[in-house]
């Protein structure tokens, strides 16, 4: 461990103004479920300027940096952000975390980074969608092909996200510009602590995006906004683009009177505040705007919400464990108790990781945890048509004895 | 095929290609090439699995990450799996790890699955025979040389 590097990321992150309240802890869901873990000694470890020996260190891969220590924290320590450092000061060492799918994602990403294939980004793209090659509104659809091809057995079809965003463009006459050059943002590898494949990602992306003259990128995905938005810009300096989440994009649209939505049945919904995009964006607003605009829409808040939002248990596809399970259970069971339609999530991640949780066999009896999942976007686009519907509970047990039987 | 990559075809250029082989099957098949004196091209290293099912689409893309030119996955003829199922597991991953390498550049036609018994050395040979002109007709990797650092 190289000290100084630790030293400077302690006055980075603010971590000398830690008083050693403890409030980070209490909050910490991680804590909660391992008592073991306690963000706040992770602070005052590296305060103290203990030597950790990071090959055994687990404590720093096993944060889900869901931000909910650095909201508490009344002295404003930059927790997540000093576990991102650590975790980069980890790798150097040769250490590594433990990454879902074996770390296939990762390969991918690392791939990306590396090379500069021809790929096949946009077979997504249906009858009737506008898209354009140069313009002023950039779509940036990351990874959602090829989630689709990782998880093809789950049939999420999350590309259907990138779809409904280039048709609620359409209809307010914006035809946004897709390309099939974009690369990953490398947010799982920036928590990972792969800096290094970051910046190559990066300095990719930000050139396709310039050369595309957009004025403005909107994305689906909340990891994707807030690698731009708060890591990208931290290296490069401010971007003459501006940067929104489709939630923004969308109640900006109906604040200009853009948007009108036609008559739909009746749902009631519930709203899942994805880390990235409330406690790390601060874009708890624009997503509830929205969906108090559409007229048969009701929303029935989660018991915690907004800044207090559990998160969905797995960050950057790495350390899924039996905590990130305990928490997915107690999310999708304060869902159903809303006694919501759907659980909605603006974030394409969490969807992968809530579904996965609700699949097969459940700690919980079923019964508690059987909402469906929605994606915001879809949501909103199928409203716009007048469309809505509430989708089936995958019955998930019917679907693998249809299996079995075949 | 993702043909607008392909690079031009090199010189002498020798492939390398990784395969995995299940223990109950093709590495026996393998095994039955040898004792035979069948001859196959020394470009494919061998690695034992105790199942094709084992096979974890990580262990391709990091092969492939690394500079592998083709890497070859064998199994157990489907119903033949000595954990009932592991190769039918590895077809379903294998399906979903193609469609990604065709969607990220790297071609699925530079990995493939087959299914050996223990009994055929001569197909255990052959396959290898072909699989290793395939690969030299594609050419090297387009990854080759681009060291990623990821571990
Ligand atoms: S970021 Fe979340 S998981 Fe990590 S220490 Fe803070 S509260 Fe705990
Ligand atoms: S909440 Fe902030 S000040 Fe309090 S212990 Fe945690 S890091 Fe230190
Ligand atoms: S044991 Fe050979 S494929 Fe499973």
Known sequence: MDKENVKRLISDMGAHDCVECGKCTTVCPVTRFNPEFAPRLVVVKALAGEDMDLSKDSDIWVCNTCEMCNNMCPYEVDYSGFIRGMRGEARREGHEPDCTQGGLLHAMMRIMANSDLPQKRLDWIADGLKVAEKGDVFLFVGCLPQMDAIFEDRNLNLVETARSAVRIMNHIGIEPVVSPKEKCCGHDLNWAGDEKNLIKLMNHNVQVIKDSGAKTVVFTCPECLRTFDLDYQDFLGDFEFEMVHISEFIARAIEEGKLKFPE???????????????????????????????????????????????????????????????????????AKRTGADVLVTPCPKCRIHLDCSTRDETPVDKGLVDIPIMDFTVLVDLALRGELQIPDVQDKEAEKEAEKTE | MTEAMAPAKEEGFQPSILAFCCNWCSYAGADLAGVSRLQYPVNVKVLRVMCSGRVDPYFVMRALELGADGVLITGCEIGDCHYISGNVKAKERFERLSKLLDQIGIGSERIRLEWISASDGIKFAELMEEFTEHITNLGPSPLKGSATGGV
Do not use: W
């Not at chain 1, 009701?298 to 207090?308: G, I, M, S």
């Not at chain 1, 928490?327 to 999708?332: A, F, G, P, R, S």
């Open chain 1, 264 to 334: 739909n049945i009746s749902i009631s919904t519930t709203f899942h505040d994805s880390c990235r995009l409330g406690r790390h964006l601060g874009l708890y607003d624009e997503p509830r705007r929205v969906l108090a605009e559409i007229p048969s829409v009701e929303l029935v808040e989660l018991e915690k919400n907004r800044e207090a939002a559990t998160c969905c248990g797995v960050s950057g596809f790495m350390s899924c464990n039996s905590i990130s399970k305990v928490m997915q259970m107690e999310k999708m069971q304060d």
